[in-house]
């Protein structure tokens, strides 16, 4: 018989504690947080389930948003003076980035203009129509310069939904997967959830972030309910995730 009054299971009671390895908190810098007080609503927000750690990961992707180390830490120093003036404490943000591997990406890894996540992992994204010609390159090239490659949101990227292989691939080349909580929702399409579950079974995801850009993702992820099953796999990722990054 179906328990109609059974407790729904929220992804954010599992986020208590919790470091934020991929978000877009920072101010105006890409198509995130676009003011200070864009950040700090998203950062109270956060702070509403027990995130107070975060690793703000800004895209840089040439010709379109072509931050650098420079520009990235400019907008983490104008965000950490906005909470304190605003007596805003217990929150911790570092600087990273999300890499576009594109026509400039190995040019900025061999020029030293990375930003990796703590402990040499760096945090990367491609093109979710097609693979970028120069993925395989790329991806060697990070781990001769002793990075761990993290692609983000790998269910995300709709070439690879009909080539299921190809993920098993990209694992034998030692890329680590970073899932969106977002994608466990039907947000991002039916297909994406689709592709995130199967991800999840086969036990391929390493890491798991928000991807948050702006208060209405954020209130999507406050809502974000989960079953017994995904919460038992989740609860181990995220562990991992918090061991490694904070």
Excluded at 107 to 123: A, G, R, S
Excluded at 172 to 191: H, P, R, T
């Amino acid at each position: 018989m179906v328990n109609f009054f059974t407790k729904k299971r929220y992804l954010i009671d599992l986020l208590e504690g919790f470091i934020d390895i991929h978000n877009h908190i920072l101010p105006g810098i890409d198509d995130g947080a676009q003011t200070l007080d864009d950040s700090i609503s998203l950062i109270k927000g956060f702070s509403d389930f027990g995130v107070h750690d975060f690793v703000a990961t800004p895209h840089i992707m040439h010709n379109y948003h072509d931050n650098t180390p420079d520009t990235i830490n400019a907008s983490l120093q104008l965000l950490t003076e906005g909470l304190e003036k605003s007596k805003i404490t217990g929150i911790n943000i570092k600087a990273s980035a999300e890499h576009m591997i594109d026509d400039n990406f190995e040019t900025i890894l061999e020029q030293k203009k990375v930003m990796p996540l703590h402990d040499q992992h760096l945090l990367v994204e491609m093109s979710y129509l097609q693979r970028p010609i120069n993925f395989d390159k790329s991806i060697s090239a990070i781990t001769s310069n002793r990075y761990f490659p993290v692609l983000a949101h790998p269910e995300r990227y709709n070439f690879l939904h009909g080539r299921p292989r190809k993920y098993g691939d990209y694992k034998k080349q030692g890329i680590q997967f970073q899932l969106n909580m977002l994608s466990l929702g039907e947000f991002y399409s039916k297909e994406v959830q689709k592709v995130a579950f199967k991800l999840l079974e086969e036990g391929m995801i390493d890491f798991i972030g928000s991807d948050v850009h702006n208060m209405n993702q954020l209130n999507s992820l406050k809502e974000l309910s989960i079953k017994k099953k995904t919460e038992a796999q989740l609860i181990p990722i995220i562990a991992d995730t918090i061991a490694q990054f904070k």
